[in-house]
Structures are given as structure tokens and as C-alpha cells.
């Protein structure tokens, strides 16, 4: 059975970020539970990658599974520029309950691309709205923000979009003091990123965007708190806009509901996706200060945010958005992210003496470190090699380049992972 779905996948199927030439047939994947993918050989895959940072409660969780079911039985979708309905108003207030200070007003759309281009939309027009010209957008190096046109161009400078450089619009970027445990140059780091800020915000700006406390993508690339309400204050002095892309970051990832809350910053505009729904359906949200929300306000059709999706708001994933939510709000879940990240916390120090291991470095449910002697950036050789050593011992790990990280689902065992750590160390021991 599997030898003919991968015949067909083979001669029908486009992969995303693969290069077909070279990649090994994909496992097919038949069922999961947990933080277990099962293939059709029957082969189990420990997902320590959340199935590319999206799955937070485990793999088919019940749950989820019936409040979807439930729905598709009842509303599956409606056209939400003319209809509201209840899981899509329900999950907004949720959220902005959630979020800090007057965070609130959702502009859903379909994923993490998308809940970037909205934001950046919506501060550009903001200020044409208000009758000011205010159209340059600031990011920060290696920032990586989706793949439309508008979040290519925010994250030009990670590197992954030099086959379409002539499309993209200019953005200023401004260095990140990425950090790992012992930086003994952080605090100068910081300081010219502020300085480099300061002096690009002399030009007025229609908003700053950031992912907070890591920048996935680029490689797990960590920045202190600090650094992030330093940045705020220099955005507010300038009277220009803060965009956070949670997409990777939001729902618990570093430890906290969202990361603005463990920095303590309070943004004009998130971006949410990824665990929105725990995984199981595409959906994201743009939640935006109220203020921002009135000056759309007015007698003409043009100050309105004329934008929109065939699936916004979609009723399936605004009620897996609502039945995750409830997951992540009981206690005990988060009792499992601190147990991960002190698990986490004590191999990786463990680990840290080791030849192979370069800047460790740790944000809540995340753990990262260079592999020395591998080479630099997302085409690094060591990845593909780790990956397929790992894989062989049934762990689903995708370095970025040489940057070996787990972002596990918060559901896993401590079982499961310490031995994820020891298979990890083998493979280190005799790469
Ligand atoms: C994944 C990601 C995106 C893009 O999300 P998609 O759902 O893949 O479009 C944007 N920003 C960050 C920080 C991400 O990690």
C-alpha cells in the first residue's frame, strides 16, 4: 500500500522546501497519536518538531478531534463578511482576554503568511487613514515572517527569498543581539541594535516588526526581554507602530501564554497562527489595538480594510481554536511546559561541555544549539546528515542548517524525551 502512495506522490505531488531531486521518498504517514507519528511500515516517529511548530496538545487529540466534528456537523462555513457566528466571536474574545492591554480586535485570516501581510497592511493604512505618509517598514536581521510577497520582504534578510529579491519592497533592517547561555557580548549587542534602531526610526515609520524572545526560522536565535521593552520604548518615542509575529511564539512555546506577556511588552498588532488551533486546522488572527480598529472607522468605503479571505473566520478552526484553548488553560498543561523546559534545561547543560555543541540556549519549551564544525546557515551539510542519523532512531527532528533544535509538543513524556536527549548525544558522539 505505502510503495503506491509514494508512486504517486512521486510523479503528482510538490513538496514545500524540498528539493525533489535529492530527498529521500517521504514515510507515509497513517495515523498519530500523542507526540507519535505512525507510518504505513508501522515505523513510530517521536514529533519533536510539533509538525513544523503547529501541534500543542498532541497528535489526533479527542478533544479537538470532536469539537471539529461537532462543528462540520452543524455550521462547516459561512461568509463571514456578511455572517458572524458563535466559535469565531467566542474564540476572539478568548484571545483578546488573553493578550495585554486594549489588544482588541480580530481580522482573521488562513495562516502565518497571511496574519503578517494583514498587519502590515493595516499599519500602512492606519497612517494614510490618519492623513500621514508613513510607508517604510523596520525588521530585525534574520527575522523570518512567511512566504507572500509583503512577509517575504519583511524577512528578506533571513536569507530564504534570493530567487524573488526583484519583487519584494524595501524594508530597513536593523541588526538582532541574538543570545545563548555565557554571551559574554550581549549587552554590546544590544546596545548597537538600539543604537541602529533609533537612528532608522529618524525616518518616519509605519510600524517595527519582531518576533519576540526567538526568531524561529532563522534558527532558533534568542533575545533577552530586556532587549524587546528597550525596542518598545524606542518605537513609542518615534509614535511609530509594534508588530510582534507570535506565529511561531504564541500559545506557550517560551514558557508563557505569549511571549509578549514574558517580555512585558504590550504591541500595537499581533500576528497568531500556528497553535491557534492546536495544530489541526490552518486559521490565524491579526489582533489589533482598539485604536488602530477606530481609525478604519468613517462614512467611506475607502478607510475601510478592504481585505479578506474565501475562508475567514473558517468554523472548524475557530471551534479546534476554542477546544485547544481550553486544553492550554488547564493547569496541568501548564505544569507539562515547565517540566519541559526544566528537562530540557538540565540536558542541555549536560550536553553543553560537549565538542559538538556551540551556543546553547533555552527560551520555555524550546532548546537549541549550534553543532560545531558543521558549517553556517540554513544549507549547512551537517543538517540533512543529523536529520537522516536521527530519523534512523525514530525521533522527528529538521535542523535548521547546523542549529539542532526540539520544540516538542507539550503533551510528551519525560520518557520520551530524555531519551530524544540520548539518542541526540549518540549521534553527536559519533558524527
Ligand atoms: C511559520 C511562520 C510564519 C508563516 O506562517 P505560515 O503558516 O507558514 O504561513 C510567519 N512568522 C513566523 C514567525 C513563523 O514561524
Redesign the pocket.
Known amino acids: 500500500m505505502s510503495e503506491a502512495i509514494r508512486d504517486l506522490d512521486s510523479r503528482h505531488v510538490w513538496h514545500p522546501f524540498t528539493q525533489a531531486a535529492t530527498a529521500l521518498p517521504p514515510p507515509v504517514a497513517v495515523s498519530a497519536f500523542g507526540a507519535t507519528i505512525v507510518d504505513a511500515e508501522g515505523r513510530e516517529y517521536l514529533d519533536l518538531v510539533s509538525s ?2 503547529v501541534n500543542l496538545h498532541g497528535h489526533a487529540h479527542p478533544a479537538i478531534a470532536k469539537a471539529i466534528a461537532e462543528q462540520a456537523g452543524r455550521l462547516e462555513q459561512v461568509i463571514f463578511a456578511e455572517f458572524t457566528h458563535e466559535p469565531a466571536a467566542r474564540l476572539a474574545a478568548r484571545i483578546c482576554a488573553l493578550l495585554p492591554g486594549d489588544l482588541d480586535r480580530v481580522f482573521y485570516s488562513d ?6 501581510e494583514v498587519g502590515l497592511k493595516m499599519a500602512m493604512q492606519y497612517w494614510s487613514n490618519r492623513g500621514e505618509e508613513r510607508h517604510r517598514v523596520i525588521a530585525f536581521d534574520g527575522g ?4 507572500t510577497v509583503g ?1 517575504m520582504s519583511a524577512g528578506a534578510s533571513s536569507g530564504y527569498f534570493d530567487a524573488w529579491k526583484r519583487l519584494l519592497f524595501p524594508v530597513a533592517v536593523v541588526p538582532y543581539p541574538a543570545t545563548w547561555d555565557g554571551d559574554e557580548e550581549v549587552e554590546a549587542k544590544e546596545a548597537a541594535a538600539l543604537d541602529a534602531l533609533e537612528r532608522a526610526l529618524e525616518t518616519p515609520t509605519a510600524g517595527v516588526i519582531v ?1 519576540p524572545l526567538v526568531q ?2 532563522a534558527g532558533m536565535r534568542m533575545c533577552r526581554p530586556a532587549f524587546l521593552r528597550a525596542v518598545e520604548a524606542r518605537v513609542r518615542a518615534a509614535g511609530s507602530l509594534l508588530i510582534l ?1 507570535e ?3 504564541g500559545f506557550g512555546r517560551t514558557g508563557a501564554l505569549f511571549a509578549c506577556l514574558k517580555a512585558g511588552i504590550q504591541p500595537d498588532l499581533i ?1 497568531l ?2 497553535g491557534l488551533t492546536g495544530g489541526f486546522l ?1 486559521l ?1 488572527m491579526t489582533v489589533a489595538r482598539e485604536g488602530i480598529f477606530r481609525a478604519f472607522l468613517g462614512e467611506d468605503l475607502g478607510s475601510a480594510f478592504l481585505h479578506g479571505h474565501s475562508y475567514t473566520a473558517n468554523p472548524l478552526g475557530c471551534a479546534a481554536g476554542l477546544a485547544s484553548l481550553d486544553l492550554l488553560e488547564a493547569p496541568a498543561c501548564s505544569a507539562r511546559i515547565q517540566a519541559i523546559e526544566v528537562l530540557n534545561r538540565r540536558r542541555l547543560d549536560a550536553l553543553s561541555g560537549h565538542a559538538r555543541v556551540s551556543r546553547p540556549r533555552l527560551c520555555g519549551t524550546i532548546a537549541a544549539f549550534d553543532v560545531a564544525g558543521g558549517g553556517e546557515g540554513y544549507g549547512a551539510a551537517i543538517g540533512p546528515v543529523l536529520k537522516q542519523a536521527l530519523r534512523q532512531r525514530g525521533l522527528l527532528l529538521r535542523p535548521l542548517g547546523n542549529v539542532l533544535y526540539l520544540l516538542p509538543p507539550y503533551c510528551v513524556a519525560e520518557s520520551e524525551l530524555d531519551h530524544a536527549w540520548d539518542m541526540i548525544a549518540e549521534v553527536l558522539d559519533r558524527l
Request: proline share 4%.
Open positions: 513544523w511548530w495562516d502565518g503568511s497571511t496574519a503578517v523570518y515572517h512567511g512566504d512577509a518576533e524561529g526560522a509575529d506565529v511561531m511564539t500576528c497562527s500556528k490552518p490565524s
